[in-house]
């Protein structure tokens, strides 16, 4: 039972809301995640976003969807989402793109673990040559 809230009681809810949010996501056919919160002693507001899958699996995140539109303003291809390249001997997967991000706009997870990494659009577009 949660009596104050904070950062810890924060993590705990959206761990245990993630969890429970599984089983609407997979009736629905979609992927559900509770996201950052703000708080305060008495009350919390998470972000929950919701996106649809293609039928390989993928998520049309909203970031795998601006990559797709301004791939075009990189020099890049909409067909590069998914692909990889390797960086520093690590290979990486694009996963998506932040417009607003004048220095590292695209995104890309570590293929090992899926943890993320931004990149300058300049290296990606060598990186995929």
Same mark, same amino acid.
Do not use: H
């Given at each position: ?17 993630? &969890? %429970?949010?599984?089983?609407? @996501?997979?009736?629905? #056919? ?5 996201? /950052?919160?703000? $708080?305060? !002693? ?22 795998? &969807? %601006?990559?797709?539109?301004? @791939?075009?303003?990189? #020099? ?5 989402? /998914?692909?990889? $390249?390797? !960086? ?42």
């Amino acid at each position: 039972m949660i009596k104050t809230i904070n950062r810890e009681a924060c993590k705990i809810l959206r761990d245990v809301m993630n &969890e %429970a949010l599984q089983e609407v @996501a997979e009736k629905m #056919g979609v992927k559900i995640e509770v996201g /950052n919160a703000s $708080f305060t !002693s008495s009350n919390i507001t998470f972000k929950v976003s919701v996106a649809t899958t293609n039928d390989d699996g993928t998520v049309n995140s909203k970031e795998a &969807e %601006a990559f797709k539109t301004y @791939a075009f303003r990189w #020099g890049l291809s909409p067909d590069d989402l /998914n692909k990889t $390249f390797v !960086s520093g001997g690590k290979t990486y997967k694009i996963t998506g793109a932040s417009p607003r991000a004048s220095r590292f706009p695209i995104l890309a997870e570590r293929v090992p673990d899926g943890k993320g990494f931004k990149f300058p659009a300049d290296t990606v577009k060598r990186l995929l040559a």
